[in-house]
């Protein structure tokens, strides 16, 4: 999908993705007229014992990668064999398609664990030994389920996430009318990382956000954000296409 054509107008709009992600939802903002803030809320580094969580991946039946960061720092450790290889989201399926894998399932409606379960392949999973290769603290959903349903499973954890260490929203949070219209958010850690280090004063939870899923909805809303704009999935055309929605000419 093409991004849509509309001109958001020097729309200041604040992007929190990790920095080494940032760049093409930045240029596509700036493309449109918008005044894209970088602001990353969120550090990803690899684990330093991905290659150890890594060792047995070869023996299991079902390899599914949460994320293109699970793609990214597992690849360097091992190569998928002759297993059914997973990818929840076009960005996952993307960055294993750049390393010649395979993708074998994928959900295709939205990228979550929900859709994953939903999808008829994932069904009938007795026995099956599955490997789920994700970041630290992931949700528990998908294991869960697939354990319900008699698969066997382990996690391999290869990246971290953190709070940028140099994060300081000090300046910003003093003059965020001023500086953000709206916000956009891709995950549910990167909006309690933004609350965490601008706190969850009215002016920002007043501010417009842009998220990517029903759950970051709910999330959102819990959080105290008052107007939750939902996207149709975390790529960039999604994103600019629900900020040129909210946002027409």
């Known amino acids: 999908m093409g991004s849509p054509r509309c001109q958001?107008?020097?729309?200041?709009?604040?992007?929190?993705?990790?920095?080494?992600?940032?760049?093409?939802?930045?240029?596509?903002?700036?493309?449109?007229?918008?005044?894209?803030?970088?602001?990353?809320t969120i550090?990803?580094?690899?684990?330093?014992?991905?290659?150890?969580s890594l060792k047995d991946a070869g023996h299991?039946?079902?390899?599914?990668?949460?994320?293109?960061?699970?793609?990214?720092?597992?690849?360097d450790h091992f190569t998928p064999g002759k297993q059914r290889v997973i990818a929840i989201g076009a960005a996952?399926?993307?960055?294993?398609?750049?390393?010649?894998?395979?993708?074998?399932?994928s959900?295709?409606?939205?990228?979550?664990?929900?859709?994953l379960l939903e999808h008829p392949d994932m069904q009938q999973m007795q026995g099956r030994r599955v490997l789920i290769i994700r970041g630290d603290s992931g949700r528990e959903l998908l294991a869960q389920s697939l354990l319900e349903r008699g698969a066997k499973v382990d996690y391999?954890?290869?990246?971290?996430r953190r709070i940028p260490s140099d994060a300081d929203c000090s300046m910003l949070r003093q003059k965020w009318p001023q500086k953000v219209d709206v916000i956009t958010?891709?995950?549910?850690?990167?909006?309690?990382?933004?609350?965490?280090?601008?706190g969850n004063q009215e002016s920002i939870l007043k501010t417009p956000i842009v998220v990517i899923s029903k759950r970051c909805s709910t999330h959102a809303h819990a959080c105290g954000f008052q107007k939750v704009i939902?996207?149709?999935?975390?790529?960039?055309?999604?994103?600019?296409?629900?900020?040129?929605?909210?946002?027409?000419d």
């Open 185 to 198: 958010a891709t995950s549910n850690i990167i909006i309690n990382n933004l609350l965490e280090l601008c």
């Open 43 to 52: 550090e990803i580094t690899a684990a330093p014992d991905a290659a150890v």
């Open 60 to 75: 299991y039946d079902d390899l599914i990668f949460v994320s293109a960061n699970a793609a990214t720092f597992s690849l």
């Open 107 to 115: 959900p295709r409606e939205q990228a979550d664990s929900e859709h």
């Open 92 to 105: 996952t399926r993307k960055a294993l398609d750049a390393r010649g894998v395979t993708v074998n399932l």
């Open 156 to 160: 391999a954890e290869v990246y971290w």
């Open 8 to 40: 958001l107008k020097q729309l200041r709009v604040l992007v929190t993705r990790p920095e080494h992600q940032a760049a093409p939802l930045l240029e596509a903002l700036r493309a449109h007229g918008a005044e894209p803030l970088a602001f990353p």
């Open 230 to 248: 939902e996207s149709r999935g975390a790529s960039v055309e999604a994103i600019i296409t629900a900020l040129c929605e909210y946002y027409p």
